[in-house]
């Protein structure tokens, strides 16, 4: 499944909950770089790079834009594990 629109600063991973309008996650992201960014329009250094942040530069990695077997079977075993719990203890 490919992403066709940036992520909103708010959104998060399905699978971890981490921030997706991160660094970390930004094509531009390039340790050892000037702020570990390629881009360079950047004007500020972001501090957290796995945390959201506002850059108008972001771009999300080509790598992060199909959701892989890693991703999908993460989630999948998040949710069974859910039905498990539930089972469990009957709710």
């Known amino acids: 499944m490919e992403r ?6 708010n959104e998060v991973c399905e699978a971890c909950g981490k921030d997706l309008h991160a660094c970390l996650n930004c094509r531009f992201y390039s340790p050892g ?5 390629s881009e360079s329009a950047v004007q500020e250094k972001v501090a957290d ?12 990695r080509a790598e ?11 989630r ?16």
């Open 4 to 9: 066709e629109r940036k992520p909103g600063f």
């Open 49 to 60: 790079k796995e945390s959201r942040n506002h850059c108008d530069w972001f771009e999300t």
């Open 33 to 37: 770089m000037r702020w570990d960014c």
């Open 64 to 74: 992060l834009l199909v959701a892989g077997p890693g991703r999908a079977s993460a």
């Open 76 to 91: 999948t075993a998040a949710d069974r594990a859910r039905d498990e719990l539930g089972k469990l203890f009957g709710s």
